[in-house]
């Protein structure tokens, strides 16, 4: 690897710190609710946070539309994402007494994160070969789950002291937006021959197969902080919530660090056997409720699905995305319009259904989701041994 891969590289490893924000929230969830907006129910204050994930895909299609007509670069716009982020942290101090305040905050998270994060993913994919991308986007996952721990313990402690705490995190992006101004590459979007158009533009339709899989993914993953510090409320605060989001993150570091390993080894199948261990993670989480060595030991476990499931997802979109000309839309589609899609959908769901179903009760809302999981496991399994069957067929 040259000089500037590496440059890039380790300017991708340190956006990589900031580009999971939300972790910073998710700890003061239940403080949001009897503190902040008292009137407002669970269901909405998750889904208020989860708007942010709405936000990210429109932003992503309009910054893909951007960079592929050479109306701006990459670079511009994650310099943008960055600065927004720190400008978010400055609208918390003053815009904080009104349900619309909090809205606002979280859309401004959410446009942020669909500039920056598709973005560079788009820098990954033009710049580094296949069996980079696979090291690199295990690395960036363990990166992203280590900052996450960071993130959600001094998110939740400083939601002890006010409930918009966690939003005042986001000063890191200024910090990092310089980094990123002085080792980012600037250049344009590659124009696409006329005369291939037609052919060069279309994307392989098995792109949306691994998209649909991190959409369900993140509807399941999402449940598991977002009702976090409501289901130990007996037992703990935000500060407590916190350190339960660390666990959550912690698990992504490890498993990072062995992506690129089981990865090469399981192909598709580990995203199977990872879901049985999220599975595996709800169930005891459900049964845990009082017990907070075992609430944390079952975050754990569901974390480790993060650094499989979706840094996989992405290399294999990244050797299906072979041309330049449709790579960013690729990008902007696997790595921020469906999982944005499934963190938005996943309150409007699942705390929606569980709730006409069994009340509030969080137990039951993560035994519901680990039923759902392990039929998404199941299903996986049997598209993958299909595939194989067909492939070596």
Same mark, same amino acid.
């Given at each position: 690897?040259?000089?500037?891969?590496?440059?890039?590289? =380790?300017?991708?490893? !340190?956006?990589?710190?900031?580009?999971?924000?939300?972790?910073?929230?998710?700890?003061?969830?239940?403080?949001?609710?009897?503190?902040?907006?008292?009137?407002?129910?669970?269901?909405?204050?998750?889904?208020?946070?989860?708007?942010?994930?709405?936000? +990210?895909?429109?932003?992503?299609?309009?910054?893909?539309?951007?960079?592929?007509?050479?109306?701006?670069?990459?670079?511009?716009? !994650?310099?943008?994402?960055?600065?927004?982020?720190?400008?978010?942290?400055?609208?918390?101090?003053?815009?904080?007494?009104?349900?619309?305040?909090?809205?606002?905050?979280?859309?401004?998270?959410?446009?942020?994160?669909?500039?920056?994060?598709?973005?560079?993913?788009?820098?990954?994919?033009?710049?580094?070969?296949?069996?980079?991308?696979?090291?690199?986007?295990?690395?960036?996952?363990?990166?992203?789950?280590?900052?996450?721990?960071?993130?959600?313990?001094?998110?939740?402690?400083?939601?002890?002291?006010? =409930?918009?705490?966690?939003?005042?995190?986001?000063?890191?992006? #200024?910090?990092?937006?310089?980094?990123?101004?002085?080792?980012?590459?600037?250049?344009?979007?590659?124009?696409?021959?006329?005369?291939?158009?037609?052919?060069?533009?279309?994307?392989?339709?098995?792109?949306?197969?691994?998209?649909?899989?991190?959409?369900?993914?993140?509807? &399941?993953?999402?449940?598991?902080?977002?009702?976090?510090? /409501?289901?130990? +409320?007996?037992?703990?605060?935000?500060?407590?919530?916190?350190?339960?989001?660390?666990?959550?993150?912690?698990?992504?570091?490890?498993?990072?660090?062995?992506?690129?390993?089981?990865?090469?080894?399981? %192909? %598709?199948?580990?995203?199977?056997?990872?879901?049985?261990?999220?599975?595996?993670?709800?169930?005891?989480?459900?049964?845990?409720?009082?017990? #907070?060595?075992?609430?944390?030991?079952?975050?754990?476990?569901?974390?480790?699905?993060?650094?499989?499931?979706?840094?996989?997802? !992405?290399?294999?979109?990244? /050797?299906?995305?072979?041309?330049?000309?449709?790579?960013?839309?690729?990008?902007?589609?696997?790595?921020?319009?469906?999982?944005?899609?499934?963190?938005? #959908?996943?309150?409007?769901?699942?705390?929606?259904?569980?709730?006409?179903?069994?009340?509030?009760? /969080?137990?039951?809302?993560? +035994?519901? !989701?680990?039923?759902?999981?392990?039929?998404?496991?199941?299903? &996986?399994?049997?598209?993958?041994?299909?595939?194989?069957?067909?492939?070596?067929?």
């Amino acid at each position: 690897m040259d000089k500037q891969k590496k440059k890039l590289m =380790w300017a991708i490893y !340190i956006v990589a710190l900031i580009e999971m924000p939300g972790f910073a929230l998710t700890p003061g969830i239940n403080q949001m609710k009897t503190t902040a907006f008292p009137e407002m129910s669970l269901a909405l204050i998750q889904t208020g946070l989860a708007l942010a994930s709405l936000a +990210q895909p429109v932003t992503a299609f309009c910054t893909a539309l951007l960079v592929n007509r050479r109306i701006a670069t990459k670079k511009m716009v !994650i310099l943008f994402g960055l600065c927004l982020l720190a400008a978010d942290a400055v609208l918390a101090l003053y815009l904080n007494s009104q349900f619309w305040h909090f809205i606002l905050l979280n859309i401004v998270m959410g446009v942020m994160i669909g500039c920056v994060h598709p973005n560079m993913f788009g820098l990954m994919f033009d710049n580094f070969e296949p069996h980079e991308r696979q090291a690199i986007a295990g690395y960036q996952s363990a990166i992203i789950n280590g900052a996450g721990i960071a993130m959600g313990v001094i998110g939740g402690l400083l939601a002890t002291l006010m =409930w918009y705490g966690g939003y005042l995190v986001f000063f890191a992006g #200024l910090p990092v937006a310089v980094i990123v101004f002085f080792t980012v590459p600037n250049y344009w979007a590659p124009v696409a021959d006329r005369s291939v158009k037609k052919t060069s533009a279309r994307i392989n339709p098995k792109i949306f197969y691994y998209c649909a899989v991190t959409l369900i993914f993140m509807m &399941v993953y999402t449940a598991c902080a977002s009702n976090l510090s /409501t289901h130990i +409320q007996g037992i703990g605060n935000s500060a407590t919530a916190g350190i339960g989001t660390a666990f959550l993150m912690g698990g992504g570091v490890v498993a990072g660090l062995l992506f690129n390993k089981l990865s090469k080894k399981f %192909d %598709d199948y580990a995203i199977s056997i990872s879901l049985c261990i999220v599975f595996i993670g709800y169930i005891v989480l459900s049964l845990s409720q009082h017990s #907070l060595p075992l609430v944390f030991a079952s975050v754990f476990l569901v974390g480790t699905s993060l650094s499989f499931v979706m840094p996989h997802c !992405i290399f294999k979109v990244s /050797t299906l995305a072979t041309d330049k000309s449709n790579s960013q839309m690729a990008a902007a589609l696997i790595t921020t319009v469906t999982p944005a899609t499934g963190s938005f #959908l996943s309150p409007v769901i699942f705390t929606n259904i569980t709730t006409a179903l069994f009340g509030e009760s /969080t137990v039951a809302r993560y +035994q519901f !989701i680990g039923a759902v999981v392990i039929v998404f496991a199941a299903v &996986v399994a049997v598209v993958t041994f299909v595939s194989g069957r067909k492939q070596v067929a």
